[in-house]
C-alpha cells in the first residue's frame, strides 16, 4: 500500500467545515483512498472512499486531486461528536488477493464549542 | 447478526499464559481482519483471511501468535505464553468480497497481560 501523511492534530470550531489533508504521493493507478475515522475506545468506522473523481455521502466529501497525490476530506458541519481520530489509507483496486488495510497514525480532530 | 462480535470484551491473563480472542463477522462477509492497537497508539495489522484464499499473515508479531477461521466465518486469535507486551485491544473486521468494500469493525477486545 502506498504511504500516506497527515498532519497529527487539527482543531475545528462546532458548526464550521473541518478540512482534513492528506498526501499520498506514491500512490498507483489502481489505488482506493478510504477514509475511516476511530472515536475514544470504539473500533474504527468506515466514512468514504474514491478513485479520482469527487465523491460526496450523509457524513462527508472527499476532495482527489487531478493527479492524485492528495486529498481532503470535508465534514460540512462540524459538531463535537465528531471528534476522533481520522485515517486516510490507500488500497489496492484489483489484483491478487490482498486487500488489507494498513493504518497510519492519523489526525487528531477536536472539535471545539 | 447486526455487526462484528467480539468476544470477551475484556480479559486479563497472566503473563504466560495463553488466550484465545474469538470474532464473529458480519454473516455472508468473506473477508476478516485482525488488527491490534496499543495504547495511544495506531492500528497494527495482523492477519487478513479472504474466502478459501491463504491467509495474508505478514503482520503478526511472532510465532506465539495465531489464527483461523472455521468454516469461512468465524475466527479465533490465540495467542501463546503470553507476555506484558501483548497488551492492547484487539480489534477484528470484516467486509463482503472485493476490493471497493468497507470493512466493518467490532468493539475489540481489551487485553491485560498481568
Known amino acids: 500500500d502506498a504511504k500516506t501523511t497527515q498532519p497529527p492534530s487539527m482543531d475545528c470550531a462546532e458548526g464550521r467545515a473541518a478540512n482534513l489533508p492528506c498526501n499520498h504521493s506514491?500512490?498507483?493507478?489502481?489505488?482506493?483512498v478510504y477514509w475511516y475515522r476511530q472515536i475514544h475506545s470504539q473500533g474504527p468506522q468506515y466514512i468514504i472512499h474514491?478513485?479520482?473523481n469527487n465523491e460526496t455521502n450523509e457524513m462527508a466529501s472527499l476532495i482527489i486531486t487531478e493527479d492524485r497525490k492528495s486529498s481532503t476530506l470535508i465534514l460540512p458541519h462540524a459538531t463535537l461528536r465528531d471528534t476522533a481520530v481520522y485515517y486516510c489509507?490507500?488500497?489496492?483496486?484489483?489484483?491478487?488477493?490482498?486487500?488489507?488495510?494498513?493504518f497510519g497514525k492519523g489526525t487528531l480532530l477536536t472539535v471545539n464549542p | 447478526g447486526a455487526g462484528v462480535s467480539q468476544s470477551p470484551s475484556n480479559k486479563v491473563t497472566e503473563k504466560g499464559k495463553d488466550v484465545e480472542l474469538r470474532c464473529d463477522p458480519i454473516s455472508g462477509h468473506t473477508a476478516l481482519y485482525w488488527y491490534r492497537q496499543s495504547l495511544g497508539q495506531g492500528l497494527e495489522f495482523l492477519i487478513y483471511?479472504?474466502?478459501?484464499?491463504?491467509?495474508?499473515k505478514s503482520g503478526l508479531p511472532s510465532d506465539r501468535f495465531s489464527a483461523e477461521r472455521t468454516g469461512g466465518s468465524v475466527s479465533t486469535l490465540t495467542i501463546q505464553r503470553t507476555q506484558q507486551e501483548d497488551s492492547a485491544v484487539y480489534l477484528c473486521?470484516?467486509?463482503?468480497?472485493?476490493?471497493?468494500?468497507?470493512?466493518?469493525f467490532g468493539q475489540g477486545t481489551r487485553l491485560t497481560v498481568v
Open positions: 489509507i490507500v488500497r489496492v483496486r484489483s489484483g491478487g488477493s490482498n486487500y488489507k488495510l494498513t
Open positions: 483471511f479472504q474466502g478459501n484464499s491463504a491467509p495474508d
Open positions: 506514491t500512490i498507483s493507478g489502481n489505488e482506493y
Open positions: 474514491g478513485l479520482k
Open positions: 473486521a470484516s467486509s463482503s468480497s472485493g476490493a471497493y468494500t468497507e470493512a466493518f
